[in-house]
């Protein structure tokens, strides 16, 4: 069955890094959209990174230059980069997988807790 298993959150004080990893089963991972969320407590999920089949990327305004998507298609593992990190970026990470409408897989989520 699909599966979609994040590691690598954790406690870090701020202006550290993480890096976030999501290791995908179950389904033709190179064909997929990968993306990462967060949601931070009382908040909407919000997408944070994504890349797709061939390796483009794009982000949202509050993390560009600070975190790097990168995907590894013979690992069927995405990446999340997270550089110089803030107070702000605190919050339970998803990685999500999708090809169309049709078919969308999510992780259980890794908490990120950046706090002196």
């Known amino acids: 069955q699909v599966q979609l298993v994040e590691s690598g959150g954790g406690l870090v004080q701020p202006g550290g890094s993480l890096r976030l990893s999501c290791a995908a089963s179950?389904?033709?991972?190179?064909?997929?959209?990968m993306s990462w969320y967060r949601q931070a407590p009382g908040k909407e999920r919000e997408l944070v990174a994504v890349?797709?089949?061939?390796?483009?990327?794009n982000y949202a305004d509050s993390v560009k230059d600070r975190f790097s998507i990168s995907r590894d298609n013979d690992k069927n593992t995405v990446y999340l980069q997270m550089n110089s990190l803030e107070p702000g970026d605190t919050a339970v990470y998803y990685c999500k997988a999708n090809r169309g409408l049709a078919n969308t897989y999510w992780g259980q989520g890794t908490q990120v807790t950046v706090s002196s």
């Open positions: 179950g389904f033709t991972f190179s064909n997929f959209v």
């Open positions: 890349i797709s089949p061939n390796g483009r990327t």
